[in-house]
């Protein structure tokens, strides 16, 4: 096949990227910082994230999956798998470096009966999502396995009201009551947003992941975090639309005046989402580029009459920090990034 050049790319910051992971080490103080690295690297490319993390001297990595563990086996890194072992991972996980983290009373039995080696435990403090019970941990459980880490997660860490922060401190302290209890060499507690909470929810081991990538799930990491992902995307067609007509599905915006308009290889099949209608923002130059109409699958349409010069084949840059794309659009700052798909070419610099 011919190779063809592809009309959307994601300028992604290798030094930023890395700046993050840095910031965060320093704010986690004697912790160790890993990287979660799951969903491809939050979309990046997980290969790609991981390579320059390790190079910055990250030394744990996250995956949700065995086949996501697999991917990144010939770094040779140290990886966790959070979704721990079903029956039909139990051959690979006996087979790779990759270890699992159990969270269920069956995961454990499960790997304890097929002589499993170091493993990572997942105990629930309140999230009620995955883990193993603390009392089922106190009762014995876990004797006889040996665990790396027992790790818990955060239900409101990125929440700042009275009852987000009380949840946060019964969770940290029901997990601070297991130390010692386990034999596990290391404790971990703080997702992203957990490091930001402070050294009490450190432990040994912090598992960012958003904050890596340019996400700031609490006000205390503004200013700390650099933005790692920068889309742009091709012009498909300039024209003019006259006063009184509109644009895009459901006719939602209509020119109040002759208006240059530029329409872009971008959609919501790309996860710039319909709610980015009349709201997101592109740019080329100085210039701001406003939305206009509906997002569709592949389609975007810009007012442009603020760049006479751009045309057909150019691109434009398109905002896309995290905490402000999140507002405009409605979404969390996770489903932007993991909704990145594949039909932008990734360019690290």
Known sequence: MVPTSLPLRLHLDGAALVANWRALAAMAGAAACGAAVKADGYGLGAIDVATRLAGAGCRDFFVATWAEAAALAPLGLSVSVLHGVRAADLAAALAGPARPVLSTDAQVARWREAGGGRCDVMVDTGMNRLGVSADAVRAGLLDGLAIDTV??????????????MAMNEAQRSAFAALAGVTGASRMSLANSAGVALGAGYAFDLVRPGLALYGGVPRADLAGRIRQTVFPAAEILQRRCVPAGATVGYNATWRAVRDTEVAIINLGYADGYFRGFSDRGVARAGGAALPVIGRVSM??????????????EGDWVDIDFALPDAAAASDMSQYELLTSLGQRYERRWR
């Open 298 to 311: 592949d389609l975007v349409a810009l007012d442009v009459t603020a760049a006479p010069t751009l045309a």
């Open 151 to 164: 790790m818990s997660h955060l239900a409101c860490a990125d929440d700042d009201d009275a009852a987000g």
